[in-house]
Structures are given as structure tokens and as C-alpha cells.
Nanobody
Framework: QVQLVESGGGLVQPGGSLRLSCAAS????????MGWYRQTPGKERELVAS???????RYGDSVKGRFDISSYNANNTVYLQMNSLKPEDTAVYYC???????????????WGQGTQVTVSS
């Protein structure tokens, strides 16, 4: 089994910053990428940012230049630094990890439980 533990959500004023963390643990043979997605009621889950095991990042268009993703491979942890937050960034943020649990298995998406980020004055 694989567990993703998220932390760092909360309430922040517009223009403020928050840092999300997510740690993956359990039966991890190989980790291909980790990242963050977000979802608001009535909308599909969308990519916020992801990073591969070799450190290649990818960002959603709406967060480019404001958010920064980084990872620490030694403990399978990913961080999302969110700056210049806007009310439209309000959403539930989900951690994602693409993991292979054995040498013969395929890579599978695993998800955290989600953490609420609210940007409001």
C-alpha cells in the first residue's frame, strides 16, 4: 500500500503565500513523478504543478510565475510554494504520485485526501 500525507493548507489573504507538503510512504519500488492538482465544486480536477524524479517541473498556465514546485527524493516528498495567491486559487488541493510498487508492476496514480486552500480577505 501507498500513503500520501498532505499538510499546509489553510486560509490566507490575497497576495499572501502558503506552502504545501506531501510525503509518500509505503510500498514504493519506483517513483516517477509527484505533483499537485486542485478542484472546485462543479469543475474538473486540474493540474497545478508536477515534477519528475529527475527534477523536471510542469505548471498549469494559471500559476506560472507564482507557484514553485520542488521535491526531495530521499524521502519522497514534494513541496508547493504558492505566492501572490488570488481568490481564484481557492480550491481543494490534492497530492498526486505516480508510483510502481514492484519491479513488474505498472506505474499507477495515487492520490492524497486533499487539503483546503482558501484565499479571501
Amino acid at each position: 500500500q501507498v500513503q500520501l500525507v498532505e499538510s499546509g493548507g489553510g486560509l490566507v489573504q490575497p497576495g499572501g503565500s502558503l506552502r504545501l507538503s506531501c510525503a509518500a510512504s509505503g510500498s514504493i519500488f519506483s517513483l516517477n513523478a509527484m505533483g499537485w492538482y486542485r478542484q472546485t465544486p462543479g469543475k474538473e480536477r486540474e493540474l497545478v504543478a508536477s515534477i519528475t524524479s529527475v527534477g523536471r517541473p510542469r505548471y498549469g498556465d494559471s500559476v506560472k510565475g507564482r507557484f514553485d514546485i520542488s521535491s526531495y527524493n530521499a524521502n519522497n516528498t514534494v513541496y508547493l510554494q504558492m505566492n501572490s495567491l488570488k481568490p481564484e486559487d481557492t480550491a481543494v488541493y490534492y497530492c498526486n504520485a505516480v508510483i510502481r510498487t514492484t519491479w513488474i508492476s505498472q506505474y499507477i496514480d495515487y492520490w492524497g485526501q486533499g487539503t483546503q486552500v482558501t484565499v479571501s480577505s
